[in-house]
């Protein structure tokens, strides 16, 4: 993400964080931008078009947008307004405001992430679901469908907007890429991270407090624990938190031991 990507985030959250309108609302109706800047190139590299006059761009807003909510063309303009490093940096921070403005109407009792976290698990253990969601020989409106038809009273409306609109406009992207995606939004939204812990077997209760606790205190922020079960890694632990990997497996001391005795043979 380039340098004009992240200050044009940081005004068009600027600008979402002025709205006094229903959240949920306000970013269900930013995640449906999303499709229509997805489906026309000229709309999208119009707005996203530095050199444009950002007056223009704010009316090009209130036209196509006209039926919306003024919260989410105030929204719109500030985004339009911005720099952005390119077309599809513009698409992402739409979605990225969406995602942000739906999450921020949960009520302390909804955990997005929790069920972000059992979506992912229940599509990674079923190959006909998971073609169903993430094929790209699936119309992105008929995986929305499948989604909302699996989450229906299973899940907050929160995470089904959210989900629904990810799977729908994928544009290439896997389910645990985009579900991995939502649930950093949301969790920074919160002011948490989510640390996604992989091991050969379930933590108990007190170790994933432990885990979380140390790492919060690494962090300095409250974390999210998302865990995944996976035979292969052995034993140990390995916990990625955004771009850092802290690898504690057996599998990777074993890969390391291999290369250093390879390393002594050579």
């Known amino acids: 993400m380039g ?37 026309s190139p000229a709309l999208r590299g119009a707005l996203a078009d530095a050199a444009a006059d950002p007056d223009a761009k704010a009316k090009i807003v209130d036209a196509v947008f006209q039926d919306a909510l003024g919260d989410v063309r105030t929204v719109l303009r500030a985004a339009s307004a911005s720099r952005w490093s390119s077309q599809d940096d513009l698409l992402t921070g739409v979605e990225e405001l969406g995602i942000r403005a739906v999450a921020s109407s949960a009520s302390a009792s909804v955990s997005i992430t929790d069920e972000l976290a059992a979506f992912a698990k229940a599509v990674s ?13 699936v119309p992105g409106e008929a995986k929305a469908k499948v989604v909302a038809k699996l989450l229906a009273d299973q899940a907050s409306k929160q995470t089904v907007a959210i989900l629904t609109s ?21 969790a920074d939204e919160a002011g948490r991270l989510v640390a996604t812990v992989q091991t ?7 170790q994933t407090e432990r885990l979380a606790a140390s790492l919060a205190k690494t962090a300095g922020r409250d974390v999210t624990i998302n865990e995944v079960i996976d035979p292969s890694l052995i034993g140990g632990v390995r916990v990625a938190v955004g771009d850092r990997i ?21």
């Open 166 to 186: 990810l799977v729908g406009q994928a544009r290439g992207r896997r389910i645990g890429e985009l579900v991995k995606r939502a649930s950093s939004l949301v």
């Open 200 to 206: 050969a077997a379930p933590l108990s209760p007190v």
């Open 246 to 266: 802290i690898d504690g497996t057996v599998a990777s001391k074993l890969a390391a031991l291999r290369l250093a005795l390879a390393g002594q043979s050579a």
């Open 3 to 39: 340098a004009a990507t992240i200050e044009a985030i940081a005004a068009s959250r600027a600008a979402l964080s002025t709205t006094t309108g229903d959240r949920f609302v306000i970013g269900e109706q930013l995640l449906s931008v999303v499709g229509v800047l997805a489906d």
């Open 125 to 137: 253990g079923n190959a006909e679901l998971e073609y169903a969601v993430g094929s790209t020989l």
